[in-house]
């Protein structure tokens, strides 16, 4: 068969995501943080972009209109509508997501959407003004010990070297270096690093520079002049003390009861991690990004917190100057795509808004009895669920309560925290939330008050399936461990021991 050239013409369909759509896409799923990174570049890259630092007060003649305004002049509203819900699932091929207002999706989830104040400032009535009052600097665990290091008369090497050492403790007040390898890197010797860490041993707060858990209650003790050879036979065999092996305790040390419990009870006055009462980096509030307050009648009103909400605008005098100024092709067609990028993305940052209040008010309708009446009542819900209350596909409600946040009045929760998996109700009626059962799971084992009201985990499933709630024994154990609570073994020795 001979080889030969020629030309095909073929007709076919593809999905194509230009870089608008993935835009969209990644500003769904972006956290408030995350997004005000993005926004900052954008307006850096962007010249027409720019902050909106108005009162939202109407005015008479504006200088510069709203980007959502200059969009609908440029792009038809419905066409950019049905390409930024495409842009949400297009990841997924036949995913729908639909654009509906939000205060509709607020109706069918049977609570009031307050969408008139996204402008106005989110949040509560009476929220902490000096928040960030709370936030001031607090004296980290380096700089207090750099300040111990000026008047502890080292000589100028071993200030050197104890700034190297102090640089190398983590915030719990552990060196996490090895000395070997600090000596090489400033070509000293090891015998002078190890004398530093030991003028470092003596700082304040005792305990700090120490290279391990043992080391560290040791530098203690010796503060306390409590460190004899039972008490450093203890240390030795902190795994015993973590089992509960009194016997052998009492073998390796040689003590009797009374001793022991008394080593015990030294050991416990100590604290493993010496560098946490000091300020650390400055703390992060989380700023969550919906708001569910409570109206009358039993209504719940879900809000947009306008604080995480990008304020920008469209400079159109500007651009009608550049454009006017503009000569050549290049010029013009920079000036075009820097028009079209602004708003698109405005386009994209409403329906992102639109979407998370869609989204968050579903949540809010489904775990109702959660926000009501506690944890107890929360109900198993999966992505599905929510995905076909609202008309979208799954990926995009994965996509909306990755990293987004809601305040409650029983408190600020990650959005995914309210999915939760079901477990079966024994009687046949309606499943029963995990988080729920383990809420049930701690209290029964926070009502154990003497050794004989200890639950084993076959007595909880007993006394759970009477609750209504059927559940594995290996369950209870899963959900008892992941809560780093002992076993009943375990629980009944230190409840002997308490008495």
Same mark, same amino acid.
Request: proline fraction near 4%; charged fraction near 30%.
């Given at each position: ?50 902050? *909106? ?126 000395? $070997? ?43 306390? &002049? ?67 307050? $409570? ?9 947009? &917190? ?36 602004? &708003? ?106 003497? $050794?004989?009201?200890?639950?084993? *985990? ?11 709630? *059927? ?29």
């Amino acid at each position: 068969m001979a080889l030969a050239a020629r030309l095909e013409l073929r007709q076919g369909q593809g999905l194509v995501i230009t870089p608008q759509l993935q835009q969209a896409i990644k500003l769904l799923q972006m956290s408030n943080l995350e997004l005000e990174a993005f926004v900052e570049a954008e307006l850096e890259r962007n010249p027409l972009l720019q902050r *909106d630092e108005r009162d939202h007060e109407p005015e008479e003649a504006p200088a510069e209109a709203p980007v959502a305004e200059a969009a609908a002049d440029r792009i038809d509203d419905s066409t950019a509508r049905a390409d930024l819900d495409a842009a949400h699932d297009a990841a997924s091929p036949g995913e729908l997501a639909t654009g509906d207002a939000p205060a509709q999706a607020a109706g069918e989830a049977g609570g009031a959407v307050d969408w008139s104040r996204a402008g106005k400032g989110g949040g509560f009535e009476g929220d902490a003004d000096g928040l960030d009052g709370l936030l001031a600097h607090e004296k980290s665990l380096a700089e207090h010990l750099h300040d111990q290091v000026a008047v502890a008369g080292l000589s100028p090497a071993e200030a050197a070297v104890a700034q190297v050492l102090i640089d190398s403790v983590d915030e719990g007040g552990y060196l996490r270096a090895d000395l $070997e390898e600090i000596a090489e890197r400033l070509g000293c010797g090891l015998p002078l690093v190890e004398q530093v860490l030991g003028v470092l041993h003596g700082f304040e707060p005792v305990g700090v520079g120490a290279r391990d858990v043992r080391e560290c209650l040791a530098l203690q003790l010796k503060d306390r &002049n409590r460190y004899d050879p039972a008490m450093a036979a203890l240390l030795d065999n902190l795994p015993l003390l973590a089992r509960r092996d009194l016997a052998a305790l009492k073998r390796v040390c040689g003590v009797d009861d009374e001793d022991l419990k008394e080593m015990i009870a030294e050991l416990r006055g100590l604290t493993p991690r010496p560098g946490a009462a000091f300020g650390g980096e400055p703390a992060q509030p989380v700023a969550p990004d919906v708001f569910v307050r $409570e109206g009358p009648g039993g209504l719940w009103h879900v809000e947009l &917190n306008s604080e995480t909400l990008p304020r920008l605008l469209v400079d159109q005098r500007y651009h009608a100057h550049v454009s006017g100024k503009a000569r050549s092709d290049q010029e013009k067609t920079f000036v075009a795509d820097c028009l079209a990028q602004a &708003n698109w993305l405005m386009k994209s940052l409403d329906q992102r808004a639109k979407t998370i209040l869609k989204v968050s008010s579903e949540i809010v309708r489904q775990q109702d009895a959660f926000l009501a009446f506690g944890v107890e009542h929360l109900r198993p819900l999966n992505l599905k669920t929510i995905a076909e209350a609202i008309g979208m596909h799954e990926s995009t409600v994965s996509r909306v309560t990755s990293n987004k946040y809601m305040a409650t009045p029983r408190g600020v929760f990650e959005m995914k925290f309210f999915f939760t998996a079901a477990i079966a109700s024994a009687d046949g009626g309606e499943a029963h939330s995990a988080e729920s059962v383990r809420h049930r799971i701690r209290q029964l084992i926070d009502a154990e008050a003497r $050794e004989e009201d200890v639950h084993s *985990d076959d007595r909880i499933v007993e006394i759970l399936k009477q609750a209504g709630v *059927d559940i594995a024994r290996r369950t209870v154990a899963k959900y008892r461990e992941a809560m780093r609570i002992p076993s009943s073994v375990e629980r009944r020795r230190m409840l002997k021991e308490a008495v």
